[in-house]
């Protein structure tokens, strides 16, 4: 059996290292390109330790390795294999079940992990990236006998997930309940546990206070990502328009004399008591639109778990009970965006199976549930058919994108919420060929970041604002007339100034246009 598990574990590394070389791999979304640009000085030409949501730790490691070869992916190198090790760990810990358990059990449930395990291969993100390394942690805490080394290790591999997402923390510490819940009814031994995370607390508090964001920052996210729609009442007091939050929900930011640290902390504030019970409604709908196969998954495993391994009920109640706490609250004052729910959901569903294999009885009943598990592995791995194609059409699309403003040095390219879509971008894409010239401007959170600083400087720029009408040299990546609107209704409320965007240039793919004062 143990060499079984050997050889089901060397077939599930291979597998997810294939998956890795031969199929496209990008980021989830454009987050990661504009911290890997930072860390790698790709765009500024400033190698820079800021990643504004990671640790300066993380930063430092980068920037040290970028110095030092600076023509390879370092950033893409680093997140991919904390990943798989996190998810060979995970199939270390699916191999560990009772010897009553078939092989061929085991071969299913590894290939159930891998199938809805292949998306986050496929497309990384360093938030899903962080959370799954500490999913490997409660993994580890709760199915394997930990020693003092043990222990050491889990904590040194915790806090790196949380110098490449400090709010991982929170996920360990909220999932570790049910865990104390659990060891502390069962009257075993809970101080190993807690001396665990006090470490891991004493550590990311260490962190945090080297590496937290600023608050200017943290205010643009929230109010960017918020779908939250607002009044001349509600923003009363507030010295924002209508059009200054629009813009800003497009990723777009204004004057930074008036879109400060003050006025944006004090915005951000204001949304959290002015998201509607519909808007509340809509987000769960999308959530279980777009999450409907994983949420089913997660409630199989719920029932099969209820089934078969009843003494598990209880703590079944509080981690479900407790997970639902935080979706809620998240969904009502903050976000719940993929990156977020799918470890989270990964979480639950792997500890209620893993609950259900490590039984030493019924057999009969765990068969039926792996070939059933295995059929739905089999589809969701099909569903990524679609998904290999469109991620080469989108990279051979980006290509396209990058030699055009490659070829136009002397412009200066703005680019804005659907503009370039630079999710496209192949994730192993070295940062020498990353826009050679520097002539490309993201928004964003970036814009208030040293590196973009540094950029506007380079171009003679104070703000992307009032300093571009009517510059030749300056060219917007557009395709979003919410976002034009709004900027031309800033850009008439705050300056007194109008204008229109001109499209310049009919090109296949691009929309390329030009701000122009209107008299």
Same mark, same amino acid.
């Given at each position: 059996?143990?060499?079984?598990?050997?050889?089901?574990?060397?077939?599930?590394?291979?597998?997810?290292?294939?998956?890795?070389?031969?199929?496209?791999?990008?980021?989830?979304?454009?987050?990661?390109?504009?911290?890997?640009?930072?860390? #790698?000085?790709?765009?500024?030409?400033?190698?820079?330790?800021?990643?504004? *949501?990671?640790?300066?730790?993380?930063?430092?490691?980068?920037?040290?390795?970028?110095?030092?070869?600076?023509?390879?992916?370092? !950033?893409?190198?680093?997140?991919?294999?904390? =990943?798989?090790?996190? *998810?060979?760990?995970?199939?270390?810990?699916?191999?560990?079940?009772?010897?009553?358990?078939?092989? !061929?059990?085991?071969?299913?449930?590894?290939?159930?992990?891998?199938?809805? /395990?292949?998306?986050?291969?496929?497309?990384? =993100?360093?938030?899903?990236?962080?959370?799954?390394?500490?999913?490997?942690?409660?993994?580890?805490?709760?199915?394997? #006998?930990?020693?003092?080394?043990?222990?050491?290790?889990?904590?040194?591999?915790?806090?790196?997930?949380?110098?490449?997402?400090?709010?991982?923390?929170?996920?360990?510490?909220?999932?570790?309940?049910?865990?104390?819940?659990?060891?502390? #009814?069962?009257?075993?031994?809970?101080?190993?546990?807690?001396?665990?995370?006090?470490?891991?607390?004493?550590?990311?508090?260490?962190?945090?206070?080297?590496?937290?964001?600023?608050?200017?920052?943290?205010?643009?996210?929230?109010?960017?990502?918020?779908?939250?729609?607002?009044?001349?009442?509600?923003? #009363?007091?507030?010295?924002?328009?209508?059009?200054?939050?629009?813009?800003? =929900?497009?990723?777009?930011?204004?004057?930074?004399?008036?879109?400060?640290?003050?006025?944006?902390?004090?915005?951000?504030?204001?949304?959290?008591?002015?998201?509607?019970?519909?808007?509340?409604?809509?987000?769960?709908?999308?959530?279980?639109?777009?999450?409907?196969?994983?949420?089913?998954?997660?409630?199989?495993?719920?029932?099969?778990?209820?089934?078969?391994?009843?003494?598990?009920?209880?703590?079944?109640?509080?981690?479900?009970?407790?997970?639902?706490?935080?979706?809620?609250?998240?969904?009502?004052?903050?976000?719940?965006?993929?990156?977020?729910?799918?470890?989270?959901? /990964?979480?639950?569903?792997?500890?209620?199976?893993?609950?259900?294999?490590?039984?030493?009885?019924?057999?009969?009943?765990?068969?039926?549930?792996?070939?059933?598990?295995?059929?739905?592995?089999?589809?969701?791995?099909?569903?990524?058919?679609?998904?290999?194609?469109? =991620?080469?059409?989108?990279?051979?699309?980006?290509?396209?994108?990058?030699?055009?403003?490659?070829?136009?040095?002397?412009?200066?390219?703005?680019?804005?919420?659907?503009?370039?879509?630079?999710? !496209?971008?192949?994730? %192993?894409?070295?940062?020498?060929?990353?826009?050679?010239?520097?002539?490309?401007?993201?928004?964003? %959170?970036?814009? !208030?970041?040293?590196?973009?600083?540094?950029?506007?400087?380079?171009?003679?720029?104070?703000?992307?604002?009032?300093?571009?009408?009517?510059?030749?040299?300056?060219?917007?990546?557009?395709?979003?007339?919410?976002?034009?609107?709004?900027?031309?209704?800033?850009?008439?409320?705050?300056?007194?100034?109008?204008?229109?965007?001109?499209?310049?240039?009919?090109?296949?793919?691009?929309?390329?246009?030009?701000?122009?004062?209107?008299?």
């Amino acid at each position: 059996m143990y060499k079984d598990k050997k050889i089901i574990l060397f077939i599930g590394a291979l597998f997810i290292t294939l998956a890795a070389i031969v199929f496209s791999v990008s980021f989830e979304n454009n987050d990661d390109h504009i911290l890997y640009f930072i860390c #790698s000085g790709a765009l500024s030409g400033i190698s820079s330790d800021q990643l504004i *949501f990671s640790s300066v730790w993380w930063g430092k490691l980068l920037t040290i390795l970028f110095k030092l070869y600076p023509s390879f992916n370092w !950033y893409t190198l680093l997140l991919m294999i904390i =990943q798989n090790i996190s *998810f060979l760990t995970i199939g270390y810990i699916s191999l560990g079940v009772q010897k009553a358990v078939k092989t !061929y059990h085991l071969l299913l449930l590894l290939f159930v992990l891998l199938g809805f /395990m292949l998306i986050c291969v496929l497309k990384i =993100q360093f938030t899903t990236i962080a959370l799954t390394a500490i999913l490997s942690v409660l993994l580890c805490i709760q199915f394997l #006998s930990v020693s003092t080394t043990g222990w050491c290790l889990l904590a040194g591999w915790s806090l790196l997930a949380f110098s490449i997402r400090l709010e991982a923390y929170l996920f360990l510490i909220i999932f570790s309940i049910p865990l104390i819940f659990s060891l502390w #009814s069962e009257k075993k031994n809970i101080r190993p546990l807690i001396t665990f995370l006090l470490i891991c607390t004493i550590g990311w508090t260490s962190i945090y206070m080297q590496s937290h964001p600023s608050k200017t920052v943290v205010a643009f996210d929230q109010i960017a990502a918020k779908p939250v729609r607002f009044t001349a009442t509600s923003l #009363s007091g507030t010295g924002f328009t209508s059009a200054d939050v629009l813009l800003m =929900q497009s990723w777009y930011p204004g004057d930074p004399a008036f879109f400060n640290e003050g006025n944006m902390v004090k915005l951000a504030d204001r949304i959290k008591s002015h998201k509607s019970t519909i808007e509340i409604a809509s987000e769960w709908k999308k959530i279980l639109r777009e999450e409907r196969y994983i949420i089913g998954l997660w409630l199989l495993s719920v029932l099969f778990c209820f089934l078969i391994s009843p003494e598990k009920r209880i703590f079944s109640l509080v981690l479900n009970s407790l997970a639902l706490a935080l979706i809620f609250y998240l969904i009502a004052f903050s976000r719940f965006p993929h990156r977020v729910s799918y470890p989270i959901f /990964m979480y639950l569903i792997l500890v209620h199976l893993f609950y259900v294999f490590y039984q030493e009885k019924k057999l009969l009943s765990k068969s039926v549930i792996s070939v059933f598990l295995f059929l739905i592995a089999v589809f969701k791995v099909y569903s990524f058919s679609d998904l290999f194609n469109l =991620q080469r059409k989108y990279h051979a699309e980006f290509e396209q994108y990058h030699q055009y403003i490659s070829a136009n040095p002397d412009k200066v390219y703005i680019t804005a919420l659907g503009g370039l879509p630079v999710e !496209y971008m192949s994730a %192993w894409l070295a940062p020498e060929k990353i826009f050679p010239h520097d002539n490309i401007i993201f928004t964003g %959170w970036y814009c !208030y970041t040293q590196d973009y600083a540094a950029l506007l400087k380079k171009h003679q720029l104070q703000n992307i604002t009032k300093d571009v009408v009517n510059r030749n040299d300056i060219i917007f990546l557009l395709n979003n007339d919410g976002l034009e609107t709004a900027f031309k209704e800033m850009m008439l409320t705050r300056y007194n100034i109008k204008c229109t965007f001109e499209e310049i240039e009919n090109t296949e793919h691009l929309p390329l246009k030009r701000l122009v004062q209107v008299d």
